[in-house]
Every structure is written in C-alpha cells, then in structure tokens.
C-alpha cells in the first residue's frame, strides 16, 4: 500500500531541522533586542484598527449601500447580497464590541 505522501528524504530532514535551530536561535536575539515592551506594535495596530474603522471604512459601507440601492432599483437586488451587505457593515463597525463581549464573557 503506496502512502499519499512520499517519505522525506534524509537530507531533506536535516535542512528543516537546521533552519528550524536557526531561527529559534534567532528568535532569542530579536526578543532581547525588543527590551521587553510591546509599544511600537500596540501603536501599530491601534493606528491599523483607526484606519480600517474611519472614514475610509465609512465610505466604502456608503459606497456598498448605494450599490445595493441600485440593484434594488434594476430588480436584480437577492437577499443574499442585501445580507451579505449588512452582515459585513456590522461585523467591521461593530468589532470592538464583539471582542468586548466575548472578553466580559470569559472573564478578561
């Protein structure tokens, strides 16, 4: 019986366990460089969140009414895609709320 996937090769093993010690060995290096706080990626990610729910989000949530307002307006509107609208204009205006709700629920 002929498995799915062939058997690795012996040398391809040791370059996976090679590259595997090196970047552990790597990894220790760029965590002592960080000096133990977490600042510049709590700022990137708080400008990254910033951006995706502002203005620019905001435009788009218009931009994908209007377009359903038009396949309303030709007939051509299905309540999947009216849904679909819907569901995604909650779900990335109303993410920090769920995220709220489901941290209360387990205790954070």
Same mark, same amino acid.
């Given at each position: 019986?002929?498995?799915?996937?062939?058997?690795?090769?012996?040398? @391809?093993?040791?370059?996976?366990? #090679?590259?595997? =010690?090196?970047? %552990? +060995?790597?990894?220790?290096? $760029?965590?002592?460089?960080?000096?133990?706080?977490? @600042?510049?990626?709590?700022?990137? #990610?708080?400008? =990254?969140?910033? %951006? +995706?729910t502002?203005?620019? $989000?905001?435009?788009?949530?218009?931009?994908?009414?209007?377009?359903?307002?038009?396949?309303?307006?030709?007939?051509?509107?299905?309540?999947?895609?009216?849904?679909?609208?819907?569901f995604?204009i909650?779900?990335?205006?109303?993410?920090?709320?769920?995220?709220?709700?489901?941290?209360?629920?387990?205790?954070?």
């Open positions: 019986m002929t498995s799915m996937f062939p058997a690795p090769r012996s040398g @391809a093993i040791t370059r996976f366990a #090679l590259a595997g =010690l090196t970047l %552990a +060995l790597l990894m220790g290096e $760029a965590f002592a460089q960080s000096s133990g706080t977490l @600042a510049p990626v709590q700022s990137t #990610l708080t400008t =990254l969140v910033t %951006a +995706l502002g203005p620019i $989000a905001t435009s788009l949530a218009i931009l994908a009414v209007i377009a359903c307002g038009f396949l309303a307006w030709s007939g051509r509107l299905t309540w999947g895609i009216a849904g679909s609208v819907i995604g909650v779900l990335v205006f109303g993410s920090a709320q769920i995220v709220q709700f489901f941290q209360s629920a387990v205790g954070k």
